[in-house]
């Protein structure tokens, strides 16, 4: 399955509205993974801490760039 396919289905799973623009942005985080299995433990801690940050099912592009910013920046803490 595609991973923007797996993406639209999660965010319908969860009632989330995706943003066509912010589905860019989430399939560019999920490329700093690039085992496939990891896509979706990845686009699921996304979703997770999406929604604690924003308490929002709207995903737009400028909140979603926000959260991967962060979930990048802790990803290159980790990784240093």
Same mark, same amino acid.
């Given at each position: ?13 969860? &009632? ?10 989430? *399939? ?10 990891? *896509?979706? &433990? ?11 940050? *924003? ?6 592009? &400028?909140? %979603? *760039?926000? %959260? %991967?910013?962060?979930?990048? &920046? ?7």
């Amino acid at each position: 399955m595609a991973v923007g396919d797996k993406v639209q289905i999660k965010c319908k799973i969860r &009632e989330y509205d995706l943003d066509i623009e912010a589905l860019a942005v989430i *399939h560019e985080f999920l490329t700093h993974f690039p085992r496939a299995q990891d *896509h979706d &433990e990845a686009l699921d801690i996304f979703l997770d801490d999406y929604f604690l940050s *924003h308490n929002s099912n709207v995903l737009d592009k &400028e909140r %979603v *760039h926000g %959260v %991967v910013r962060s979930l990048l &920046e802790g990803l290159a803490i980790i990784n240093d």
